[in-house]
């Protein structure tokens, strides 16, 4: 990856981190879920959470989530999302 590589990918991780923070704590003030944070560990990860996840992924990013990206590989933690947020961006694994 080249330097301006790594600083997109920090800022994806942490805009996916603040996204995550408040579809699980609307209130919160911290700075977003950790990159390690497993979606749906504390329970709150169901199909209405999961939907309001990609529309926010698709809004914030401009990207199109198709039903097949929709995968534990890519919405296990807040890494994984980034990974595939950075994927999409970038136009590698399906249409951006």
Do not use: C, Y
């Amino acid at each position: 990856m080249h330097g301006g590589d790594d600083m997109e990918l920090r800022e994806i991780s942490h805009r996916v981190g603040k996204l995550v923070q408040r579809l699980i704590d609307p209130g919160a003030k911290d700075a977003g879920a950790a990159p390690d944070f497993v979606l749906g560990e504390d329970g709150s990860f169901d199909s209405v959470w999961a939907l309001r996840l990609v529309l926010e992924i698709e809004k914030i990013f401009a990207i199109s989530v198709n039903d097949e990206d929709v995968v534990p590989e890519n919405f296990r933690d807040v890494t994984s999302l980034t990974k595939f947020v950075a994927r999409k961006l970038s136009g590698v694994g399906g249409e951006n």
